[in-house]
C-alpha cells in the first residue's frame, strides 16, 4: 500500500486541471474558495487577448465612464500568492500614502476565486473602492483591461504584463492572433527597484498589518498568544528561489535557542511538518487542517521572529517591520527587504566545494533568466547550515532591540550590484555569513 508521502509525489506530477478536480471532490476547504473548474490558462493568454481586440471595442461607454469617476483597475497581480499578494498591494499603498492623495479609495480589484484572494479581501478590501473575488467577473474584466490600458494601475512585481500593447501576434498586422505577453526580467527587476526606493521613502509605514485581532479559533490553537513566539517555515521541494528543499536540521540550533529563552514555536506555511521537530513541542500549523492566508497574517504580525525559506511566505513579515531571518536564496539580487530582515543566500560551489564568487552566481542567474524552477544538480548548491542561520536570528532580534546601520562589509556586498533591487533592499546580509565568505565578493 503507497504510503501518504508517495501518494503526495505522484499527485504533484499530475496535470493541473486534475490536481485541482482531485482537491475540489476530496477537500471541504478547497471547495469553499475555489470552484470545480477553474479558468482555464488558455482563456488568459488567448482567448482574452482576442476578445479584447475583436468584441470588447462595445464596452468603449463603460472605459469612458470610468475615466470620467477616475476609477482605476489594479491589472496583473498573482492574486492566489502570498508573496506577490502581500508586496503587490503594499507597492500600491506606499505610492498613494506618498503621494498625500490617497488615490487607493478610486482603485477596484477584480481577482479570481483562491483563498489567498479571499484572505487579502478580508484584510485589506477596507483600503479600496471595491474589492470583487469572483471568476465570473474576472473572466468579463480581463479583456476590458486588455483593451483599455488607461484603466489600469499596475503594481506588479512579475512578469505579468496584460495590456494590448504587450501582445504577441501570430497572425496578421490588421487580422492579428493574439496571445498574452510577458514583461522581460529587466523591467521587472526595475520595478522591485522603484518598490524598494519607496520602501525607504516611506519607512515607518506598515500598510501590511491588518490591526484585526487574532481569531480566537487561532488563538485556542497556538494558545497564549500573549505569550513570545518564533514562526518556522521550510521548503521541502527545491524551485521558486531555492536550489535545495531545507535540510530539517539546519534548524535545530534555532530550535533549542528558542526554546532555552522561552519562546513558543509554531511550524507554518504548507509544507509537511519533519519528524525530527516533533521531538521539540513545536505547534504543526502548516497541517493544521484550518490554516489559511488570513490567519498567516495574524500569525505572523503577532509573532516576535520569523525564520522562512526563500519563498513568498518570507515577504509577508518583512512587509510587516517583523524580525525575519530569510534563507536559502540563490538569486539573492532581489531579497526580501524590510529593516528587521537579515538574509543568508544559498551558494553555489565548484567540484571541489569551493564557493563561487558572488558575482558570478548572478551571472548565472542573468543568463538562466529564471529562479523559479530546480537548478542542475553540477551547481553542487549549499544552503545555509546551523550556525549560520543561529547567529542570523540574534541579529535580527538585536536589530529589533537596538537598530544599528548596516557594516561596511554588509555594505560593500549590496554594492557589488548597483542599479538592482539588492541595492534598494533595505535587509542585509547576516554579518556572520558575509565575514565568513568575505573572499566571494
Known sequence: MLSKEKVVVIVRKFPFFIKHTIHFLLEKKFRRYHNLFKIPDFYIKWIAPNLAFYIYWIFSPLFYFLRKKNIFILVNNISNSPGHVILELDYCLRTANFSYRKDYSKYCIIWPRSEVAHGAKIAYGKYFLKFYVSDLLYIFILPFVIRYEKIGVDFSLSNQNKSMSNCQNFGYKFLPILKEGQRELDKVLEKVCNYYELWQKTSGLFTMKTGIPMDHVLSEFIGEPQKKYAVIQIKDIAGNGTAEPTDPVSYLNAIIFFKKNGYKIIFAGREKMPNIFKDYGII???????????????????????????????????????????????????????????????????????????????????????????????????????????????????????????????????????????????????QYFIKKFESCI
Open 284 to 430: 504543526n500549523y502548516s497541517e493544521w487542517g484550518k490554516s489559511s492566508f488570513l490567519y498567516d497574517l495574524q500569525l505572523i504580525e503577532n509573532a516576535d521572529i520569523v525564520v522562512s525559506s526563500a519563498s513568498g511566505f518570507g515577504n509577508i513579515p518583512a512587509a510587516m517591520e517583523i524580525p525575519v531571518v530569510y534563507t536559502n536564496q540563490w538569486a539573492f539580487i532581489s531579497p526580501a527587504s524590510g529593516r528587521f530582515t537579515v538574509t543568508i543566500p544559498a551558494l553555489f560551489r565548484d567540484q571541489t566545494n569551493k564557493p563561487w564568487k558572488f558575482a558570478d552566481q548572478i551571472k548565472y542567474f542573468y543568463k538562466r533568466n529564471d529562479s523559479n524552477t530546480a537548478v542542475p544538480d553540477y551547481l553542487n548548491p549549499r544552503n545555509a547550515e546551523g550556525v549560520e542561520i543561529l547567529e542570523a536570528i540574534k541579529e535580527a532580534i538585536e536589530l529589533k532591540k537596538d537598530f544599528k546601520l548596516k557594516s561596511k562589509l554588509q555594505c560593500k556586498f549590496q554594492l557589488l550590484f548597483q542599479g538592482t533591487p539588492l541595492e534598494f533592499a533595505e535587509s542585509r546580509i547576516s
